[in-house]
T-cell receptor
Framework: LAKTTQPISMDSYEGQEVNITCSHN???????ITWYQQFPSQGPRFIIQ???TKVTNEVASLFIPADRKSSTLSLPRVSLSDTAVYYC??????????FGKGTRLHILP | EAGVTQFPSHSVIEKGQTVTLRCDPI?????LYWYRRVMGKEIKFLLH????????ESGMPNNRFLAERTGGTYSTLKVQPAELEDSGVYFC?????????????FGPGTRLTVL
């Protein structure tokens, strides 16, 4: 499984756009990039998944360059409730999820 | 629709005792996963059920841990006898498909404290 590298923590202010970049240099052809969010005392929650280019849903956007060696999760206009740990994962069909340390995002008022 | 539920939410036991954790997946989800996070570490995969069969149990730490999913519905994870290093949060997740659209829905976790 491709190992991922992402910032340990980030701070941002309410209303700003937050971009979290993840490196996955050893990503394989069949791997997808998936992001999960985890609030304190809760289990992780799926946010978004993509293979290449750009994916957008009601929560976030995911930008993946052509070489797929990195990806950027973009959260538009964050609020205090977006304070959480964000995990970047590279998953293959039928394979288990390997969690890294994640990025601890702290939104300030 | 109810999400993944886990019971109990918190368990405190003494070293050497037995504890059984329960997970109820989302109805219709054939895939069920167990993970755990011990203090200061990442969330680690334990095992994966497809219906009642163990698809992958490579993450089970040792033979003190026994997971079952009789009937392919809810699952239990028994720790016997519990050791201090077993303390942590145990998460259960379920998914419809183990393929690429493998969105796993996680439960709130069971916090296990072994004294």
């Amino acid at each position: 499984l491709a190992k991922t590298t992402q910032p340990i923590s980030m701070d941002s202010y309410e209303g700003q756009e937050v971009n979290i970049t993840c490196s996955h240099n050893n990503i394989a052809t069949n791997d997808y990039i998936t992001w999960y969010q985890q609030f304190p005392s809760q289990g992780p929650r799926f946010i978004i998944q993509g293979y290449k280019t750009k994916v957008t849903n009601e929560v976030a956007s995911l930008f993946i360059p052509a070489d797929r060696k990195s990806s950027t999760l973009s959260l538009p206009r964050v609020s205090l409730s977006d304070t959480a740990v964000y995990y970047c994962l590279v998953v293959s069909r039928g394979d288990k999820i390997i969690f890294g340390k994640g990025t601890r995002l702290h939104i300030l008022p | 629709e109810a999400g993944v539920t886990q019971f109990p939410s918190h368990s405190v036991i003494e070293k050497g005792q037995t504890v059984t954790l329960r997970c109820d997946p989302i109805s219709g989800h054939d895939n069920l996963y167990w993970y755990r996070r011990v203090m200061g570490k990442e969330i680690k995969f334990l095992l994966h059920f497809v219906k009642e069969s163990k698809q992958d149990e490579s993450g089970m730490p040792n033979n003190r841990f026994l997971a079952e999913r009789t009937g392919g519905t809810y699952s239990t994870l028994k720790v016997q006898p519990a050791e201090l290093e077993d303390s942590g949060v145990y998460f259960c997740a379920s998914s419809i498909d183990a393929g690429l659209d493998n969105e796993q829905f996680f439960g709130p976790g069971t916090r296990l404290t072994v004294l």
